[in-house]
Every structure is written in C-alpha cells, then in structure tokens.
C-alpha cells in the first residue's frame, strides 16, 4: 500500500488545473495508469482523494458491512457514492482537473494544499487548512483520550 507523507501547495490555473505533487507522483508504480477518486469528506472541508485501487478496497469493506435492504444503509450508500470523480494526472506536467463543483464545495478559490494521509491525499483550500490545524493542547488531550480507550 502507497503512503502519502508531507504537504504541497499549488495554485490552480486559469483552466481550473492543478499541478499533482512531484513527490506523491514517485511513489506511483510507472508501469500502471495514475487513477485517483476524488470525493468530498464526510467530516472535514476537504476532498479525499484515493489511488483507484485503494477506493476499491474501501468501498468493498464498506459495502459488506451494509444491508442493501435496510433503507437507511442504501440511503448511507447512495450518498457515499455520490459527488465523487476519477481524475489522472496529464503525462507531461501531471496537472489534474477536478470537477469544479468539488472544488467549490471546499472553497478552492486559487492555492491548494495536497496533505499527504497514509492511504489517502486531502485536498484543501490552503485558508481552510491553515485554520484546520487544532492547538498543540488539544492534541495531546485527544492522545490522552486515545491512550484510555486501549
């Protein structure tokens, strides 16, 4: 499994492209295409954005857990599936193109932050994810909070 480490700014073109981090690019294998699914966050004002073969293996996890005909599981599924795109980087300069109502949804409005997440990449509007960041305070009350639940 890919780990995406660090964060990378970039700036959206006139075009509405974006420039995919050099770093995260290298860890790709080159012998496969560069497929990603980018959807919108369910907690947090940012996409999520996972290789193709990484959203598989979330999405089959998740769909065993539902029952198809219990209604709120297939109203749960529906959304989950909802507003989400497959986008891969150009060849030449590795600029991708987001669908722009994504983009709009997280308030992208020129500069992004690509943060590398383990086994996926957020993207966010580079104010919101300066104004994400909780104090160094509530870390460590959450770490402790962590730390009882073991």
């Known amino acids: 499994m890919?780990?995406?480490?660090?964060?990378?700014?970039?700036?959206?073109d006139?075009?509405?492209?974006?420039?995919?981090p050099s770093p995260f690019k290298a860890l790709l294998p080159s012998d496969s295409p560069m497929q990603f699914v980018v959807k919108k966050d369910i907690f947090e004002d940012c996409l999520e954005m996972f290789t193709l073969e990484e959203w598989e293996r979330q999405s089959e996890e998740i769909n065993k857990s539902l029952n198809p005909f219990n209604r709120a599981h297939a109203a749960f599924w529906r959304r989950y599936t909802r507003d989400r795109a497959i986008v891969e980087p150009d060849s030449k300069v590795g600029r991708i193109s987001i669908p722009k109502s994504l983009l709009e949804s997280i308030g992208v409005t020129r500069e992004v932050v690509f943060s590398g997440n383990d086994y996926?990449?957020?993207?966010?509007?580079?104010?919101?994810?300066e104004a994400s960041a909780i104090s160094n305070e509530e870390f460590l009350n959450i770490a402790g909070l962590l730390s009882q639940e073991r």
């Open 2 to 12: 890919i780990k995406f480490i660090g964060e990378y700014t970039a700036k959206m």
């Open 14 to 20: 006139d075009k509405g492209r974006i420039v995919f």
């Open 120 to 129: 996926k990449i957020e993207i966010w509007a580079k104010e919101k994810f």
